[in-house]
């Protein structure tokens, strides 16, 4: 019933100006300063939580040159700023969109085991309710049979008196019970139903939350997530913690002075996606261009 859904989405990085910045004598002589600037609160994160995540980002490239080439200072021209606007927007009512259908999918679990569950008990109570009821509408058969034979032939024998007037009292305690278990069924019956009901009402509701995800979100999104000018690296989109640290690593490498690289998996590629972000990893493209860049330690 659930289709699998990819939350796709092309993202493209734009360096506006990355040749400026590098106009420095020794690239990747000194570490580069940089600063946290306005951190836009409907992004969810504290400041400390962003620096954290730029630390890893420049740990990444200090690892790979062997040294520091990234210092955090309050004074540094370089300026790190997350600018929330559609983009972000965009993707925190996607995800919301998207959670939201992963608990309609859980419930929709639950109510079918109960439903399975239920119908089962529903199903095997009724078959013996049938069985027995049978059984019993043999038994009244055979006694009325019997009490019509004594009528015709002018009432019962006294000595039989006894013993089918406590037959007719097990038929009427039998009939009874019958009752009761019958009443019961129905109301098993009423249960099984209202929770088909509930499972189909869920089904729906969340196949009609896949049709809007899909023609909302389903097709890939081509945007900046973020940029860098020359002096600012200005943060616009990430889904997670995870590629928002890719971005900051890519964003850190254009202020290193570094380009793009044709590896999709590279974290200097101009498109997300293809990255490893757990943990993050320059790959041989990106360490080739930091090694051009700055030479052999
Ligand atoms: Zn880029």
Not at 124 to 144: D, F, G, K, M, P
Not at 276 to 296: I, M, N, S, Y
Request: hydrophobic share 40%; with cysteine; glycine share 8%.
């Amino acid at each position: 019933m659930v289709r699998r859904i990819l939350l796709g989405s092309l993202v493209v990085c734009v360096a506006l100006a990355a040749g400026l910045w590098f106009t420095r004598p020794t690239p990747c002589g000194r570490p580069i300063a940089y600063r946290l600037g306005t951190v836009d609160g409907r992004f969810g994160l504290t400041n400390a939580e962003v620096l954290e995540a730029l630390r890893e980002a420049e740990s990444l490239w200090g690892r790979a040159v062997g040294r520091d080439v990234f210092t955090h200072d309050p004074r540094a021209t370089l300026t790190v700023t997350l600018v929330y606007d559609e983009r972000q927007q965009t993707t925190q009512t996607s995800q919301r969109l998207w959670s939201s259908m992963q608990q309609a999918q859980a419930s929709h679990a639950v109510v079918s085991r109960s439903y399975a569950e239920w119908r089962e008990t529903y199903e095997r109570r009724a078959r013996s309710y049938e069985t027995t009821y049978a059984a019993y509408q043999e038994r009244a058969a055979a006694y009325n049979a019997q009490m019509q034979q004594w009528s015709a032939r002018g009432g019962v024998p006294r000595e039989m008196q006894a013993g089918l007037e406590a037959e007719r009292n097990r038929l009427q305690a039998l009939r009874s019970e019958l009752e009761t278990e019958r009443i019961a069924i129905e109301s098993l019956a009423g249960t099984v139903r209202s929770l088909a009901e509930k499972g189909n009402a869920l089904a729906e509701a969340h196949n009609r939350d896949v049709m809007t995800f899909n023609s909302r979100y389903g097709a890939p999104r081509q945007f900046h997530k973020g940029e860098f000018d020359g002096r600012e690296i200005t943060v616009f989109e990430f889904h997670d913690m995870r590629d928002f640290a890719l971005l900051l690593a890519h964003e850190l490498g254009h202020a290193l002075g570094l380009g793009h690289v044709d590896d999709p998996t590279a974290v200097m590629h101009a498109v997300g996606g293809e990255q490893a972000v757990e943990p993050l990893r320059l790959t041989a493209a990106d360490l080739a261009a930091l090694q051009k860049l700055c030479g052999r330690r």
